[in-house]
């Protein structure tokens, strides 16, 4: 997932995140194809196109390796959609653990096992305080269905708050690795930019 947010100072890990309960006002907020409405069933069912991806034999004894690793990793290490890097490698324990989970649509849960999804869901969070966003999604992205951010973008509209939604026609998740300066995906992406630059100037 990738949110750029602009703000007034330093912000917290989580306003740069969610941009909502945040001590740093965020000023805006550039939202790509993030992943978001964790109530919905999607969260929380088997992807069954991912699931048929994956060998079914990564063990969970060999997934808790993720929580041994000293310093906690900070970086991904592999793209949804099979851009650089390269495609997963399930011998790393971090990759099997997400593909895995994904695939069996145990993610959120493993995750997040409070189930308390106030504290990370931003469509759950929407009030007329929120901040300015801007919201660029492919119609074909089946890791975070453009149908998420249909829903928090219908949430900034009741209450009021500036905002936008883009459908990038026929790109799926995580596009921007592989879009062509100057391509149609390129001038409608840059959409977002433009918005932000207009917050900044304001």
Known sequence: MTLLCFARAYANLRSSIQGFDVKVPVLGILDFYGAKNFTD??????AEKMAAKFPGDVTEEFMNRVYDEKPVPIRGGVSLEGQAPGPPDLRDPRQAYAMTNIAQGTLVKNCFPSGDLK????????????PPTFIVHGDADEMVPLA????MY????????QCNLV??????????????KGSHTWNLQREGFDFLQRLIEG
């Open 41 to 46: 069933p999607f969260w929380h069912s088997p």
């Open 119 to 130: 504290k990370i869901d931003p469509v759950l969070n929407v009030t007329p305080a929120f």
């Open 148 to 151: 998420m951010s249909k829903e």
């Open 154 to 161: 219908k949430r900034l509209q009741d209450a009021g708050v």
């Open 167 to 180: 459908e990038v026609p026929g790109e799926p998740h995580t596009f921007v690795g592989k879009m062509v």
